[in-house]
């Protein structure tokens, strides 16, 4: 067997502990399946006096973080505090002294992978930066290589996940959903990453990235939260027989020379998969040109089952180093445009406030047929100051949906729009 391989771990909270924990416990099926030990070399905290949920050698811990990752004697810098600074200074610290690197880093690679590819002189992997335990990166990095994918659909935020699911199934209201989520564990005590949809869209800037050999960064994703989905909107979905999910999707255009990349809510057909994802947990969708559908479903987030992802990739890192070997690095080779919003087709759902008397039906019809918007359900609710309007347009770009919107906002007949939600995942089984 060779030599040990030393494993330098940064930070030591709900992810690091764990992975701490099984570098431990199942350190004996570690070395067999790697070929050589891992051992922990070090832990970078900011507080030595911090209980931490697995029983460490003190000799181990430090607050030196630049210091660990630039000892000669460290192979594999693990990086689980998160954020971008400092920990971006100190991957690339490592890095600069030909250390493999895994990071769960979603924000960091997000927003600057670019600058750690270019630095990287051995491996980077982050299987653990989306969807947590789900094997994801590397089905798309290196199952699907010899695939052209077309699209990549999921549900990457678990946070959202579970506050729509419970809006959809106890008629709860965004508030008192996320209060539940809180008093869980499920998100945390500012929520904005998430329910804004920052998180999700970190997430898709990575899985586009990898998906259409393309450099995307988080500022390419298109953004929209969950903040605005009210109740009644949870439950005219319900009656159309549909459920909003915050998706991630990334897709190739017709005509295959740019990608849309965006998230926000969406209703989605009950009888899609994605509807039956529960609480929780993520699952996505890779729909590519020779493979098909394939669907990837799992915990997508906790600290064991990220750690399972990050010691999936400590394997693989460790493998390379003892076969001096690397593994695959970035692929920017196509080189695709983010096309911007306005020009992503898709259908919408779109209610509206509207007076209660004769010809109103007609005249948005024509507001919607003045911007080449077609029609093709609509009903009427409620009576006298109640009425409202319910649409469900065909395909239509988002520029064209969103002029007809600002058209009807003009109307002396429109009282209000009520909401407008895109319509998702009709052509899936």
Known sequence: MSKPVKVALLGCGVVGSQVARLLQEQADDLAARVGAPLELAGVAVRKMSRKRDVDLDPELLTTDAHALVTRPDVDVVVEVIGGIEPARGLILAAMAEGKSIVSANKALLAE???????????????EAAVAGAIPLIRPLRESLAGDRVHRVLGIVNGTTNYILDKMDSTGA??????????SLGYAEADPTADIEGFDAAAK??????????????????????????????????????????????????DDGRSIGVRVHPAMIPRSHPLAGVREAYNAVFVEAESAGRLMFY?????????????????VAVARNRIAGTRGPSESVYADLAVHPMGETVTRYHVSLDVADKPGVLATVAEMFS???????TVRQEGRGDDAQLVLVTHRASDAALSATVEGLRELDIVRAVASVMRVEGDEAP
């Open 204 to 253: 898709a800037a990575i899985l586009a990235g990898i998906a259409f050999h393309s450099r995307v960064t988080a500022a390419d994703v298109h953004r929209e939260g969950i903040t605005g989905v009210s109740a009644s909107d949870v439950a005219s979905a319900k009656a159309m027989g549909y459920v909003i999910k915050l998706l991630a999707i990334c897709a190739r255009s």
């Open 173 to 182: 209201s965004f508030t008192d959903a996320l209060e539940e989520a809180q």
């Open 112 to 126: 600057d992978g670019a600058t750690l590819h270019a630095a990287n002189k051995a491996d980077l992997y982050f």
């Open 298 to 314: 799992g915990a997508g987030a906790g600290g064991a089952p990220t750690a399972s992802a990050v010691l999936g990739d400590i």
């Open 370 to 376: 003045r911007h080449d918007v077609s029609i093709q």
